[in-house]
């Protein structure tokens, strides 16, 4: 689990659904009430917000250059049932993608995907190369070639597993 800081705009949405799930333990917050109101789901919600945050925890890993963790619905499926419109502002002209169905969770997904996509952020967004994390972050790092959540937990697990395979 990282110490980073939230990713940027809608983004932290994304980078929220998809920490709901903590790999290593099984704990998944989406299984509590708790959890669920944070997205304003019911409790028959949750099957489908499940396929979506693995959807794109799946893109996520290979904004990072990994291989999908399982066999999932294609993230461009589930975004096409959350439909966006695009808004004017009458007062300054400026436009905007915003949700068909605001309360629609998949919808607003798709909303921060689109937001991330015009500012060019969108492939920061990135799932941790430890099989045993997979935890979404930020990749703030110049070069944008980020592999771990934490250098300090999950890279430092990487690379004493290579130096121990190293036969040293």
Do not use: Q
């Not at 990749?139 to 036969?167: E, L, T």
């Amino acid at each position: 689990m990282s110490e980073r800081a939230p990713a940027p705009g809608g983004l932290a949405l994304v980078e929220s659904l998809v920490n709901t799930l903590d790999v290593e333990t099984g704990a998944d917050s989406l299984g509590t009430p708790e959890g669920r109101a944070r997205f304003g789901l019911t409790e028959d919600e949750v099957p489908a917000a499940v396929e979506l945050r693995e959807s794109l925890r799946a893109v996520l890993l290979a904004h990072a250059g990994h291989p999908p963790h399982r066999t999932v619905t294609p993230l461009g499926e589930l975004l096409a049932e959350g439909p966006l419109l695009v808004t004017v502002d009458a007062a300054d002209g400026s436009a905007a993608l915003a949700p068909a169905r605001p309360g629609s969770l998949t919808a607003r997904i798709a909303a921060a995907v689109a937001e991330a996509l015009v500012a060019g952020t969108w492939t920061r967004l990135k799932a941790c190369e430890a099989a045993d994390c997979l935890w979404a972050y930020y990749d703030r790092s110049p070069a944008g070639r980020g592999r771990w959540c934490s250098m300090r937990v999950c890279g430092a697990r990487a690379k004493m597993r290579r130096y121990r395979a190293k036969g040293a």
